[in-house]
């Protein structure tokens, strides 16, 4: 299982990063550790999702529990969730659409 740390490069590339609990990151704008993100969490007693513009540097100091991984689509269009840094690589080698923004590449 992969961590927010682990999985920066990818998130760098354009990759949605998602967690275990449906926390997802992405990059807005910007790269390196200028970049701009927004990271959609969970919030207040009924969980409420909401969407955070930040800057990477509060990403990177994110110490979470839960496993993260990048999210790529099926071929039956839904997204799944690979959490393994050799499963990442072999669905970007195998030319697995990434989801991003809500929909597929």
């Given at each position: 299982?992969a961590?927010?740390?682990?999985?920066?490069?990818?998130?760098?590339?354009?990759y949605?990063?998602?967690?275990?609990?449906?926390?997802?990151?992405?990059?807005?704008?910007?790269?390196g550790s200028?970049?701009?993100?927004?990271?959609?969490?969970?919030?207040?007693?009924?969980?409420?999702?909401?969407?955070?513009?930040?800057?990477?540097?509060?990403?990177?100091?994110?110490?979470?529990?839960?496993?993260?991984?990048?999210?790529?689509?099926?071929?039956?269009?839904?997204?799944?969730?690979?959490?393994?840094?050799?499963?990442?690589?072999?669905?970007?080698?195998?030319?697995t659409?990434?989801?991003?923004?809500?929909?597929?590449?």
């Amino acid at each position: 299982m992969a961590t927010i740390q682990e999985l920066l490069p990818y998130l760098q590339k354009g990759y949605t990063i998602q967690s275990m609990k449906g926390e997802s990151i992405r990059i807005l704008y910007g790269s390196g550790s200028a970049a701009i993100v927004e990271w959609t969490h969970r919030t207040g007693m009924a969980g409420t999702p909401e969407a955070e513009k930040c800057n990477i540097a509060k990403v990177i100091a994110i110490k979470d529990l839960w496993p993260w991984g990048a999210v790529f689509a099926g071929r039956d269009k839904k997204p799944f969730l690979a959490t393994e840094i050799s499963e990442i690589e072999r669905e970007i080698a195998n030319g697995t659409p990434r989801v991003v923004y809500g929909e597929q590449e």
